[in-house]
């Protein structure tokens, strides 16, 4: 969500290698993001100023009003209740015990990703928390993350999380610690793939972007955190 829809277009444009279709004024001009003519990601002109400058995560829901339910009573908020979006598919949005915004997506016609793991496009989430055992059981819950024992990168401050039952990792959650400043909110944060760390630093800072984080080792290849020419924060890693 940020506010200059087409000043977005040019940043990720030349970032990622992104186009863009707009799917109409009827879904508020919500903007897909193409990788080679698949969908990698999505833009939305905000609504109100006073909303966050933000990208969001989605997770999927098979029926999202009773994903809804279930956020209540695993102790985080209903911020928006289930609500269709014509024959595209179905939404809600929440907060977590923790004060961290997510929303649940019930496909119809728009089934998410069609592209991930490539160069462009999306490769990972972490929820940075300043209660951990609260969200780890919250996530638990709604959507059957579990941490992943024996992971050799976890420590009390970061545990990668997966969906019960499979194998690969889809994220992480990182606690906040005293080194973080006390107005940051508990939030996530989208990381991307990017072809060649160096590069995409410049094309970032090129185009109007900041780098926040220097990349930095990790067992998945390096990682670094911008904040793009309209002040959303994201991820970028690299292949080993």
Known sequence: MLPDLEAGKRFYGELFGWSFVDVGPEFGNYTNALLDGRKAA?????????????????????DVAATAARVGEAGGQVITGASPVGDLGAMMLGVDPGGAVFGAWQAGRHEGFEVQGEPGSYVWMGLSTRAPEAVDAFYSDVFGFEGVPGDPGATPSFLPWR?????REIGCRIVLDSRAPAE????????FLAEEMDAALRTAVRHGGKVLSEPQGTPGGPLA????????????MAPK
Do not use: I
């Open 225 to 236: 955190l911008v904040v793009d020419n309209q002040g959303a924060a994201f991820g970028l």
């Open 42 to 62: 999505g833009l939305m002109p905000k609504r109100d100023g006073r909303m966050p400058t933000v990208w969001g995560v989605y997770f999927a829901a098979s």
């Open 163 to 167: 969906v019960a039952g499979q194998e």
């Open 184 to 191: 940051l909110p508990a939030h996530f944060t989208v990381f």
